[in-house]
């Protein structure tokens, strides 16, 4: 009840820039359905740590658990690089994933992003790509035990775990044959499970519990695939993706890789769920190399926002119209630098969110 309370943590590098465009975009396609959003914004990151010592301090993870979402930007950047992996700035952001039981982190690559954008596969490999990644987000070789510590004979000694239970693989087997359902008539729904099952005992339990899941979902094709393979498959012949569903390591590479079928990183949106209350960020990090430059790509936050409408606020008017929007801006050959191609004029950050603007239609 009320005005929705959306938190933003725009964090470093260029989060700042990319947050306040989606905030815009949020407001106005919020004002558009008769809805106002309340906005508070703290910090995160590496900008936390200058501040507050801590990359996710108390009062930020306070007002995130408040919130009905959370819209986040990025964080880390060359200043704290030569921090302890617990201690930078990136720490704040898996603190709050697995705080707030963010286990699901879908990652769309909608086919009107993949058609306009400037990958280096040949148009024709491109056509009729519309995929997802759904990544685990809370377990994994993220959060398994980890060490590091000197040894007798001299040199160190340094391991991270692959570790995963039944349960944190049902729960999100089960999110990403749910959304397989939402996306495709019967007949054409696809799942692929990406593990190392060849090699991994880890991906032996992942196969075996996605196998079982499937067996509630006789609509959805199930097939298994080699992270290896996997990532050949999705640069040789994208289209024949539909979900793909992997642990939180292969899941964070293999986004990437998609990001490069639509030719930027900045592009890709992504949410996670499985909590109370949800986070949206895009798929990027904090670019330092076009941080506080105003060039970036907002599309990626903006799809992020329009992804808040869908799973956060259950207003999927919202969402259509500002996912439309970004694809009328494509179309119209808005490009930031990142898709402008050779002799094209690139518009910034503002420009960009302004071509995205002007294109809300209810
Ligand atoms: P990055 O995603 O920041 O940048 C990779 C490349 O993509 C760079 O060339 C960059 O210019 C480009 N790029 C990224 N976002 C863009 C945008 N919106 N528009 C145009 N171009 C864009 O990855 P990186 O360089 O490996 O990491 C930089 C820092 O960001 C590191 O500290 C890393 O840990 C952090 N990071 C944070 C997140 C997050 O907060 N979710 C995600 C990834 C990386
Ligand atoms: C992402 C990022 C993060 C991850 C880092 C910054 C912790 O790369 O969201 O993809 O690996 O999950
Ligand atoms: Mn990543």
Known sequence: AGEPAVLLLPGDGIGPEVVEAARRVLEAAAHAHGLRIRFDEVLIGGAAIDQAGDPLPEAT?????????????AVGGPAWDDLPVDRRPEKGLLRLRQALGLFANIRPLPGFVAAYG???LKPELLRGVDLVVV?????????????RRALEEGGEEAYDTLLYRTHEIERVARVAFDLARTRRPVGQRRV?????ANVLTSSQLWRETVRRVAADYPDVTLEHLYV???AMQLVRDPGR???LLTGNLF???LSDEAAALAGSLGVLPSASLGGPVPLFEPVHGSAPDLAGRGVANP?????SAALLFRYALGHEAAAAMIERAVEQALADGARTADLAGEGEGALATEEMTAAILERLRV
């Open 251 to 253: 899941g964070d590479i």
């Open 118 to 120: 400037r990958s280096p």
């Open 135 to 147: 990544r685990e987000l809370t377990g994994g070789l993220y959060y398994g035990p980890r060490a």
């Open 228 to 230: 290896d393979n996997a």
């Open 299 to 303: 599309v990626g936050t903006i799809l």
């Open 241 to 243: 993706f539909d979900v």
């Open 192 to 196: 692929a499970s990406i593990d190392k």
């Open 61 to 73: 993870l306070e007002k995130a658990r408040r919130a009905r979402a959370v819209l986040l930007g």
